[in-house]
């Protein structure tokens, strides 16, 4: 009995963890798909976890995202509002540097695309560097409700972070 009273609860617990997950492709501010996605999952209390996916860069590994649900003022930045501010760990995935860091604002909501193709309602993203403690600079664009590698989604640029804007 306790053995399927266990399995009850693990199942339970997986589908609700399930169930907050969040995945958004990141595009550029000229439309083009990055190849990096992020997938977001609520751990509660405000509390974000989840992985930048950067197997369609061709990378081996993934890397770790870690933060807050927030609300960023738009002073002077290109976008704000309700959303989440996170840590990304992609530059010590991709190329070994555990001095820099990448973190970015996500509204955790996809721009839609007029008929065109181009995407609308302002940016919803934006991610700023820092290298041993000096700000090295931002990159911002569109969450994408097209995933590269998924449904036959191309990426067209490189990882989103500020070496490939």
Known sequence: MKLKSLLVVTLFVVACSFASAQTFGFA????????????LS?????EWGGVDNLSACGAAVNSTIAGFSSILTPNGEPTGGTGVIYGDSIYA??????????????????NKQNRYGVYTNGY???????????????NTGYLSCNIPG?????PTKGPNNLSKK
């Open 124 to 138: 919803s993203w934006v991610g700023v560097a820092g290298f041993s403690g000096v700000f090295a600079g931002s």
């Open 150 to 154: 998924k449904a036959g989604n191309s």
């Open 42 to 46: 609520s751990a509660g209390s405000g």
């Open 93 to 110: 995935s991709l190329s070994g540097l555990p001095f820099a860091q990448w973190t970015v604002f996500s509204k955790l909501k996809c």
């Open 28 to 39: 550029s501010v000229g439309g083009g798909l990055y190849c990096n996605y992020e997938q």
